[in-house]
């Protein structure tokens, strides 16, 4: 971590009637992860992360059609979009972990192509489009990481497409977990064969396309078989290996294949 990022964590400050003590900013941990940082790259990041409002569970960030002005930086808690089909049922699209931008998708779109919703309480940060813009034309580096973030966003779908369509429920949910671990490596601290998992079987369901006695059903099997093993909201995976090999994980699509940015070698 860079001394800037540092000096911030301890930061304390009080904006949108929340009291942030010691932040430590995901979204500049998020970036760091793509490329090293100037002090100023970390100052421009945080400009994002200004004005935090705390939201509570079950809260919606907005809903499908709404005008799509805006993004946030989820800086707490885990959030989703999802969109709802004619027959009233509910598929969950996108998973948003801490770090991540929430909007990128619409940036060129007029109004919302999906609702967002919190699935666990958390802290949001919301910013005009304009402040990309501005972001832009300060840093070429976070230009072009913004650009390898939604290009990851986007085979996040591709994959996820994927395994709805082509695999089995031990398959899906085993990808799915996997995925999902890889994914906070980038924010929290690594070498643990554990992470939290804030989602209801029923968020699970429509997230993979199964009922949530499915996943019960499921989530059983991977125990029986020693490879998953969840008590409450927290998941274990005590062979990393043996999971990736039942479930046929390849994991190029994350981030430790992304081709060094700059020329980097």
Request: positive net charge; charged residues 25%.
């Amino acid at each position: 971590m860079s001394l800037s990022l540092r000096a911030w964590s301890a930061h304390c400050f009080k904006r949108g009637g929340v009291k942030v003590k010691h932040l430590d900013s995901c979204i500049v941990r998020h970036f760091s992860y793509y490329y090293d940082l100037s002090r100023k790259d970390e100052e421009l990041l945080l400009e994002l992360e200004k004005s935090p409002v705390r939201i509570k569970a079950g809260t919606q960030l907005w809903e499908e059609r709404d005008g799509a002005n805006e993004f946030c930086t989820l800086s707490r808690g885990w959030a989703y979009s999802y969109r709802i089909l004619e027959n009233g049922t509910r598929q969950i699209l996108e998973l948003f972990l801490p770090g991540d931008i929430i909007g990128l998708r619409e940036f060129a779109f007029s109004q919302r192509l999906a609702g967002v919703k919190m699935a666990e309480d958390g802290v949001v940060c919301y910013f005009p489009h304009q402040h990309v813009l501005d972001l832009f034309r300060q840093s070429m580096t976070l230009t072009t990481i913004m650009f390898a973030i939604s290009s990851r966003q986007q085979v996040l779908i591709t994959e996820r497409l994927v395994n709805l369509a082509r695999r089995n429920a031990k398959q899906k949910l085993a990808h799915f977990l996997l995925e999902t671990y890889q994914r906070l490596r980038q924010t929290q601290a690594d070498g643990h064969d554990s992470f939290r998992l804030p989602l209801s079987q029923e968020l699970l369901a429509d997230l993979l396309g199964l009922s949530p006695v499915h996943v019960s059903r499921t989530l059983t099997a991977l125990s029986d078989e020693g490879l998953v093993f969840r008590e409450r909201h927290v998941v274990t995976i005590p062979d990393l290996k043996a999971l990736k090999e039942m479930a046929d994980f390849d994991d190029r699509y994350l981030i430790d294949n992304i081709r060094p940015l700059f020329g980097r070698h």
